[in-house]
């Protein structure tokens, strides 16, 4: 009994401080569990193999975390470089040309190039190079800046599931499942993809048509929005490294996406990401002091997501092995409807659309989620469908205001909150219902498990 009252206790406390900003994440991930891992072993009421060694659950967490930081730093850096070489230029520059005046091509450029940006997962990236890029034609042309913030954010949604993205590491992370994920997760994603593009865009674009009509840019005009003005970000550009750079992504996506369904090219995701920041490195940059300023420069980033999965580490080792997280879920378990049960991804996957609403990743991935996965087995659902589907609700995830880079969208667009939320919640919606249906129908996530 007190050992579930210290789990309940835990979650609460944890959300609480994750909530109100009391705590940093990092400092409320190892903190707080560490300390009523302790009062579990003061009062005698600890269980498991390791409940009264602090050393020993501590790195057992971080042993099942490790593969997960670490491909997460070699991601980031990589594209990163990438970004600082240019790669994503070119195919801005021609969007903006495909487009000139017409609103339906400029919607349609918005909508390709937020999802080609968006591939290192970094929404404050995607949010600067997409914003700057579009921005100045949206406003000679008159166009409604809505549009804008909307396709950015959901194309942003959909790519950030990616396995290097902040709520998939998140999710691989607490459940202990691989880089795989991103086979069972990239249907769903394409055809979210080809939804903005096909069915969003277009609405706009039509609507916009309508309103504007079109208008042809000069030569003059296109060249003003696609140069780059700032000489710093111009000396890391290598436009002659355009191709090498392009075919070289391209491969790495592809076996790390290949090798989930053909073994025999199977390749850990860190090593595929190591060997091409390597690569990325030497190609465009050879001298060995911008090398060491790439890595400088970009670590920064790096760092502040590496950091949190080897804490969730932590955190996951002492909720787990202190027996908090078996009392939780017993306890939880008892609460839900009997005729639930055999729905339970379905269930999580619902929960999963507020809970990363109104609470951060970090506090639903790492305070709600090993709660709903403990139920989840006890009810025939193993861990690759509780990662799965809680990754569902992430559709309407980034238009919480527990994000901070949405701030910085908001204020560049000048788009008032709440006229945007609801803007992109309806099109969001339908990204919702796609993740869902996809995996169910794939059957990587059950939708009915009969209960004994």
């Not at 609403?357 to 790492?366: A, L, T, V």
């Not at 910085?408 to 909150?417: C, E, F, H, P, V």
Request: charged share 15%.
């Amino acid at each position: 009994m007190l050992l579930t009252i210290l789990a309940y206790g835990m979650i609460v406390f944890f959300m609480y401080v994750i909530m109100t900003k009391k705590m940093s994440p990092l400092t409320s991930l190892i903190m707080i569990p560490l300390l009523f891992a302790i009062i579990a072993m003061v009062t005698g009421v600890a269980q498991g193999e390791m409940a009264y060694n602090i050393g020993e659950m501590v790195l057992d967490g971080i042993a099942k975390t490790s593969k997960t930081g670490i491909m997460l730093l070699f991601a980031i850096l990589y594209f990163s470089i990438m970004l600082d070489a240019g790669l994503f230029d070119p195919i801005t520059e021609k969007m903006i040309r495909y487009a000139k005046g017409d609103p339906m091509k400029v919607l349609i450029a918005t909508a390709v190039v937020s999802a080609a940006v968006s591939l290192n997962g970094d929404g404050t990236t995607t949010t600067l190079i997409v914003v700057s890029a579009f921005l100045p034609i949206y406003k000679k042309l008159n166009m409604n800046v809505m549009n804008l913030g909307v396709l950015l954010i959901l194309q942003n949604t959909i790519m950030n599931l990616l396995p290097w993205g902040g709520p998939t590491a998140r999710a691989m992370s607490v459940m202990n499942v691989g880089a795989e994920i991103l086979s069972y997760l990239a249907p769903g994603m394409v055809l979210s993809i080809l939804y903005v593009l096909f069915i969003v865009a277009p609405h706009m674009g039509r609507k916009e048509r309508k309103r504007l009509g079109i208008k042809d840019l000069t030569e003059e005009e296109i060249l003003s929005l696609t140069t780059i003005k700032d000489e710093e970000t111009q000396a890391l550009r290598r436009p002659e490294n355009f191709a090498i750079n392009g075919i070289m992504t391209i491969i790495l996506i592809a076996w790390l996406v290949a090798g989930s369904f053909i073994k025999a090219i199977e390749m850990p995701a860190l090593l595929l990401f190591a060997v091409g920041t390597c690569l990325a490195l030497m190609i465009n940059y050879p001298v060995l002091k911008d090398q060491s300023k790439r890595i400088g420069d970009n670590g920064g980033d790096a760092v502040q997501v590496v950091i949190l999965v080897f804490a969730a580490g932590i955190f996951m080792g002492l909720f787990q092995n202190s027996g908090m997280a078996d009392a939780l879920a017993q306890s939880f378990a008892t609460i839900i409807p009997k005729q639930l049960a055999g729905f339970w991804g379905l269930v999580v996957a619902l929960i999963s659309a507020p809970g990363t609403f109104f609470i951060s990743n970090d506090g639903f991935y790492y305070g709600i989620l090993p709660v709903l996965a403990e139920a989840g087995a006890k009810y025939g659902f193993d861990n690759m469908s509780m990662a799965l589907a809680s990754l569902m609700g992430q559709a309407f995830h980034l238009l919480s205001p527990l994000v901070a880079f949405i701030y910085l969208l908001l204020r560049l667009t000048g788009l008032d909150m709440g006229e945007w939320q609801k803007e992109s919640a309806k099109w969001a919606l339908g990204i919702f219902v796609i993740f869902v249906v996809t995996i169910i129908l794939m059957g990587h996530m059950p939708f009915y498990i009969p209960q004994q």
